[in-house]
Nanobody
Framework: AEQLVESGGGSVQAGGSLLLACTAS???????MAWFRQFPGTLPGTRRE???????????NFADSVKGRFTVSIDNAKHILYLQMSNLKMEDTAMYYC?????????????????????WGRGTQVSVSF
C-alpha cells in the first residue's frame, strides 16, 4: 500500500499563496492522485470535499470553487504530488488531504469522490486569515 505524507500547510493572509506537497512511498505515475479538504467544525462522518485530481495521463480536474486559483502537478521521479494554491480565500481554510487511487483514471470531483480512493495521508492544515 502507498503511504502518503502531506506537507506545506500553514497560515497565510487572504490573497496569498501556498504550495502543498504529498510525498508517496512508491511509484504513483500510473495512478489517479487527488487533493481533498475538510473544513473546520465538520461533523464526524462528513465526506471530504474533492479539490483537485490528476490522472495518470496528466489530465486534471478541479472543484469549481478553486478553478483558476489552484493547480496540481506531479514529479514522478520523486513521487511527489503538488497543489499550488494562489489567491487564497478565508473559505479555503481546511485540513488538506492527499489521496491515492490505484487506477489510471479519476472519478469526477463530485460529492461521492472520496469513496473511490484507497490510500490517504494524515493531512496538512491550511489557515487563511483576513
Amino acid at each position: 500500500a502507498e503511504q502518503l505524507v502531506e506537507s506545506g500547510g500553514g497560515s497565510v493572509q487572504a490573497g496569498g499563496s501556498l504550495l502543498l506537497a504529498c510525498t508517496a512511498s512508491g511509484d504513483v505515475s500510473t495512478a489517479c492522485m487527488a487533493w481533498f479538504r475538510q473544513f473546520p467544525g465538520t461533523l464526524p462522518g462528513t465526506r471530504r470535499e474533492a479539490v483537485a485530481m490528476r490522472n495518470s495521463g496528466g489530465v486534471t480536474n478541479f472543484a469549481d470553487s478553486v478553478k483558476g486559483r489552484f493547480t496540481v502537478s506531479i514529479d514522478n521521479a520523486k513521487h511527489i504530488l503538488y497543489l499550488q494554491m494562489s489567491n487564497l480565500k478565508m473559505e479555503d481554510t481546511a485540513m488538506y488531504y492527499c489521496a491515492f487511487r490505484s487506477r489510471r483514471n479519476c472519478p469526477g470531483v463530485g460529492s461521492v469522490a472520496e469513496q473511490y480512493f484507497h490510500e490517504w495521508g494524515r493531512g496538512t492544515q491550511v489557515s487563511v486569515s483576513f
